[in-house]
């Protein structure tokens, strides 16, 4: 069965720190898909990043960042220099390989960025 | 820039009636998905529909029906509505490509209260 575990439920930090979102999935598929979604507080969801399970290259992308080790099963997310802005629930989400689109979400990390 | 349209945004129903949350996109995207969002709990599949023509049980299928009109519009139906069904409902759309795995688009979602 495939499965997403956000452990940290909410994160709190002051504007310009640093901080990382944990994800760790399991899935048995040797190819699958990862993903991040950001929730903003007016509710959408507003796709960030996918990932294939073949390419464990660290991506960059302005202040957000993206670490994917297969040996430990993870994908986290880091924004640097966080800003108010980047307040939010944050989703991590896996999909298989065997042709379908369908996501398997974690429950979420609430992060509340403050002045 | 439409991308993917619920309808209503909000909805209040008593215990018993029925509803059909409507969801339409003009991205010409194969498949289309309805998920359910409740606190804590992250969001979690109900029905999807790979192609236009099919259909097929998600994670939380029970209480629910749907219909894939055509390829446009996929619509979510509560036959008999029950408090334990009160969440916000998003629908999502994505190529569908076959082995693609392709993000996801999501609507707005639908506020939905049973009283």
């Known amino acids: 069965a495939q499965k997403v575990t956000q452990a940290q439920t909410e994160i709190s930090v002051v504007e310009k720190e640093d901080v990382t979102l944990d994800c760790v999935y399991e899935t048995r598929d040797t190819t699958y898909y990862l993903f991040w979604y950001k929730q903003p507080p007016s509710g959408e969801l507003v796709f960030l990043i996918r990932?294939?399970?073949?390419?464990?290259q660290n991506e960059i992308s302005g202040r957000y960042s993206w670490n994917f080790q297969k040996s430990t099963s993870s994908f986290n997310f880091t924004i640097t220099a966080s800003q108010v802005v980047d307040s939010a629930v944050y989703f991590c989400a896996l999909s298989g390989g065997n042709n379908t689109d369908k996501l398997i979400f974690g429950t979420g990390t609430r992060l509340q960025v403050f002045p | 820039n439409a991308g993917v349209t619920q309808t209503p945004k909000f909805q209040v129903l008593k215990t018993g009636q029925s509803m059909t949350l409507q969801c339409a996109q003009d991205?010409?995207?194969?498949?289309m998905y309805w998920y359910r969002q409740d606190p804590g709990m992250g969001l979690r599949l109900i029905y999807y529909?790979?192609?236009?023509?099919?259909?097929d049980k998600g994670e939380v299928p029970n209480g629910y029906n749907v219909s894939r009109l055509n390829k446009r519009e996929f619509s979510l139906r509560l036959e008999s509505a029950a408090p334990s069904q009160t969440s916000v409902y998003f629908c999502?759309?994505?190529?569908?490509?076959?082995?693609?795995?392709?993000?996801?688009?999501f609507g707005d979602g639908t506020r939905l209260s049973i009283l």
């Open positions: 991205m010409n995207h194969n498949s």
């Open positions: 990932r294939n399970s073949f390419d464990e």
């Open positions: 999502a759309s994505a190529r569908g490509w076959q082995g693609r795995n392709q993000p996801q688009h």
């Open positions: 529909s790979a192609s236009e023509g099919t259909t």
